[in-house]
């Protein structure tokens, strides 16, 4: 029953901006932390960001500090990662997920329970 469902990826120059959305169905979503990853073909899939539940606290991947911010909508059960500063190496797949909080560490794909199906995102050079 539960659904993850991004969207806002697409084409964009080096440099440029996008804004990805993740939209949460089927769970209390206040109660659930939520983390963005990204998987380029032939790579790993790789921690991008995560946003703790009712109180909002974000964490990034060292890759991305500074260019991406994470944040939430809860009473629309949706979050976002608003994207800036892209390069050709932000080029990749990317997931939204969904995990109960706890104290689990947020980089590790593997504590969370729900993935969207994910929106690709491709930063020309």
């Known amino acids: 029953q539960v659904q993850l469902v991004e969207s806002g990826g697409g084409l964009v120059q080096t440099g440029g901006s996008l804004r990805l959305s993740c939209a949460a169905s089927?769970?209390?979503?206040?109660?659930?932390?939520m983390g963005w990853f990204r998987q380029a073909p032939g790579k790993d899939r790789e921690f991008v960001s995560a946003i703790t539940g009712s109180v909002p606290r974000p964490y990034y991947a060292d890759s991305v500090k500074g260019r991406f911010t994470t944040s939430r909508d809860n009473p629309k059960n949706t979050v976002y990662l608003q994207m800036t500063s892209l390069k050709p190496d932000d080029t990749a797949v990317y997931y939204c997920?969904?995990?109960?909080?706890?104290?689990?560490?947020?980089?590790?794909?593997?504590?969370?329970?729900?993935w969207g199906q994910g929106t690709q995102v491709t930063v020309s050079s």
């Open positions: 997920a969904a995990r109960r909080v706890g104290s689990s560490r947020y980089s590790d794909g593997a504590n969370y329970n729900h």
């Open positions: 089927g769970l209390s979503f206040t109660w659930y932390d």
